[in-house]
């Protein structure tokens, strides 16, 4: 068997979670290969919103395993206090989760490193969501970090201290005084104290080799999704660096982040928002600081899911789309938000960019560059959409896109809930 992978096209927030929770029902296993906290996935049903960090969208399906990937980051306060606390009141997690024992942990000065980097950086900062999402990957790559498997070893205290006081000397040379910082509400002595709870309580899931579980799985004829989060314009390697995240969102981040051979890949479902948004610094090519930008924050909702953020809202930008689609191997796309255009009379999509008095459709070595994108407009469907009888608009919309990019759109979501979708 193969590993299908569902990722994001855009700057993130592409709507993964709800498309994860749709398909849980044709796989065996859900799996997160890369990210930490710093995703924000929402799922809407019967009536109820979860908003997922860590724990894979899988979840609320009966018989769907959930993994966390070697690849992925933990903090184990925000998985425990604020993940499985919410999700355990709809349904039980324990059996049905299985943990990297090689996911590296996010500790607490982690995210006051995190935050002093940020201050450092002052008007150039990155637009973080300060989950100690760098300072993480840093100590992984910098081989400092601790490892989930780690929380096992009779030493564990120890590796912490000793860490920790390389963090603190860290931090003081940056003039940053975390005796009055806050994380997620608490002083630093009392998240720590929370944090090292949640790290022994962590001990008691399954933490095991992940990557034998999941080439055993695939022997034995299972069926596997993997989870992307964040999105391809965040990536580290192709992203709009250095406003980027610290992992591969990318479907190569797939092999590395969950130890699945290259040629053990299947489907790649690509995700984008009929419109463009992104939250955080960088460049936004297709940005729209007007009237109908306000309009697509206002019925998108887009508010960040981690953060509460707002989100900036713009058209949709197919030279990225399209850069994203060639860089990932996009099998299959799904278009989602397409109802937020609801009211609109026209509609606006970038085709191309022009650069320094030349029309370019490949994207630059710098996004922020003096680049302006080339716009072409389309009639709205200007109505509710009724998913029974399609507006035509809507399809010419579809077919457009579908020709750019050389794919088949095979979903259209138009709605928060899980059942809100027109499968083409
Ligand atoms: P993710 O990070 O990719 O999982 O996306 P987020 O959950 O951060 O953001 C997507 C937001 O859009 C969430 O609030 C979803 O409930 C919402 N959403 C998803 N699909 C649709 C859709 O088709 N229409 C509308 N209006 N909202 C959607
Ligand atoms: P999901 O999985 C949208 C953005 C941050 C910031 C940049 C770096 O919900 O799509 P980081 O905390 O990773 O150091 O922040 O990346 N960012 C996201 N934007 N959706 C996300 O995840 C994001 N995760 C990080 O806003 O600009
Ligand atoms: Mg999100």
Redesign the pocket.
């Known amino acids: 068997m193969k590993v299908d992978v569902l990722l994001?096209l855009q700057?993130?927030?592409?709507g993964?979670g709800k498309i994860v929770d749709v398909l849980t029902p044709h796989y065996d296993m859900v799996v997160r290969f890369q990210?930490g906290p710093?995703?924000?996935?929402t799922l809407e049903f019967d009536g109820q919103k979860v908003v997922l960090h860590t724990i894979p969208s899988g979840v609320f399906r009966e018989n769907t395993i959930n993994v966390i990937g070697n690849g992925v980051i933990i903090d184990p306060f925000i998985m425990l206090n604020k993940e499985v606390n919410q999700i355990s009141a709809i349904t039980e997690i324990k059996s049905k989760l299985y943990i990297s024992e090689k996911a590296h942990l996010i500790l607490p000065t982690h995210r006051l490193l995190d935050n002093a980097n940020e201050r450092f950086r002052g008007k150039n900062k990155?637009?973080?969501?300060?989950?100690g999402?760098?300072p993480t990957y840093i100590d992984k790559t910098g081989r400092n970090g601790l490892r989930v498997g780690d929380l096992l070893l009779s030493n564990f205290q120890q590796k912490y201290n000793y860490l920790k006081n390389i963090h603190l000397r860290q931090i003081k040379s940056m003039d940053f005084d975390y005796s009055t910082a806050l994380i997620d509400g608490l002083s630093f002595a009392e998240y720590e104290l929370a944090w090292l709870q949640a790290a022994q309580e962590l001990k008691s899931y399954h933490i095991c080799a992940t990557e034998y579980l999941l080439n055993k799985a695939l022997e034995d004829g299972k069926k596997i999704l993997a989870e992307g989060?964040?999105?391809t314009l965040?990536d580290i390697e192709f992203g709009s660096y250095p406003?980027?995240?610290?992992s591969n969102t990318i479907a190569a981040g797939v092999c590395s982040g969950l130890g699945i051979p290259p040629n053990r890949i299947g489907t790649v479902y690509g995700l984008f928002k009929a419109y463009c948004t992104r939250?955080?610094?960088?460049p936004f090519p297709t940005e729209l600081f007007d009237d109908t930008g306000e309009l697509l924050r206002t019925q998108g909702n887009e508010f960040g899911?981690?953060t509460g953020r707002p989100r900036r809202c713009g058209w949709l930008d197919l030279p990225l789309l399209k850069y994203a689609c060639m860089l990932n191997g996009v099998t299959e796309l799904i278009m989602m938000k397409a109802d937020v255009l609801n009211s609109l009379k026209t509609l606006t999509v970038c085709t191309n960019y022009t650069y320094k008095g030349k029309i370019i459709t490949e994207i630059p070595y710098d996004l922020s560059d003096d680049i302006s994108p080339q716009y072409e407009h389309f009639k709205g469907w200007n109505n509710t959409i009724d998913i029974n009888n399609i507006p035509a608009a809507l399809t010419d919309y579809i077919s457009f896109i579908e020709q750019y990019l050389n794919l088949k759109i095979k979903l259209v979501s138009v709605g928060r809930d899980r059942t809100q979708n027109i499968i083409l």
């Open positions: 994001g700057w993130g927030d592409e993964k990210g710093n995703a924000g996935h990155i637009g973080s969501t300060l989950k999402i760098t989060a964040q999105g965040l406003y980027v995240t610290s939250v955080g610094e960088g899911s981690t």
